[in-house]
């Protein structure tokens, strides 16, 4: 059985002129986990100061981008040595842990709903707001979204460069020694609901041809107009 994927899909972006470009030529940009790792780690360090303290956070910390993005394992550093003319050379290092990474390409969607949750569906016709979490709108004030997913679906897995797909588990946090992978972040990027497809390592856009047929452009207010009906 093949795995899971959400009814609706959402991006969130500042420029409404590129999302109607992405719905004219269905041209997606695949970002590396790397890049999402260097654009900003503050906000995780600043979590856990809040955290510590037991103290909630504040809510304009913006939790966008993951310095555990790709994070594969993590082990402590107790000692580096050096070998110079056959003598080892030892000393403590500032480095506390080592940091291994999968550098995958990735790319990420807000999961609008579950495409298997049939909860509250009987025979009769059952009409839902559909709602979202407005710290997305931290992304940007325009959005594409996608409502066909299941012919969405077979368009990008018609491309043959998708190496893996799947919704994002948010855990309390990274333990050393553990294994993890590109579907695993830290619960503080909860509120993005992830869905994400994993590309081969040198795809760095896909093109699905017009899109216009299963998705549009909306501003983030007209989600809030959204019904959904269940028949």
């Known amino acids: ?33 790397k890049r999402y790792r260097e654009l900003e780690d503050k906000d995780l360090k600043v979590y856990k100061k809040y955290q510590k303290k037991n103290i909630e956070p504040p809510k304009d910390l913006r939790y966008v981008s993951d310095p555990n993005e790709g994070l594969e394992n993590f082990k402590p550093i107790n000692e580096i040595s050096f070998k110079i003319d056959n003598e080892f050379l030892k000393l403590t290092p500032d480095v506390s ?7 995958e390409q990735i790319l990420c969607f807000y999961n ?5 949750d049939e909860t509250g569906i009987n025979n009769n016709n059952i009409m839902q707001k559909f709602t979202y979490n407005k710290e997305m709108n931290k992304f940007g004030e325009f959005c594409l979204f996608i409502y066909n997913t299941d012919e969405f679906h ?28 590109n579907f695993i972040k830290h619960k503080i990027f909860s509120f993005q609901q992830e869905y994400r497809y994993i590309f081969n390592n040198y795809t760095n856009k896909i093109k699905l041809g017009s899109i216009e047929d299963i998705a549009k452009v909306v501003h983030v207010d007209e989600l809030e107009n959204i019904e959904i009906f269940f028949r």
């Open 97 to 103: 842990y080592l940091k291994i990474y999968s550098e």
């Open 1 to 33: 059985m093949s795995k899971k994927y959400p009814q609706l899909l959402l991006r969130f972006e500042k420029n409404e002129e590129k999302l109607l470009n992405t719905l004219k030529e269905g041209i997606f940009r695949i970002s590396s986990s």
């Open 154 to 181: 077979k368009r990008i897995m018609n491309t043959r460069q998708v190496k893996d797909y799947n919704y994002v588990n948010y855990i309390n946090d990274f333990i050393e020694n553990n294994t993890y992978d």
């Open 112 to 116: 609008g709903l579950n495409h298997y």
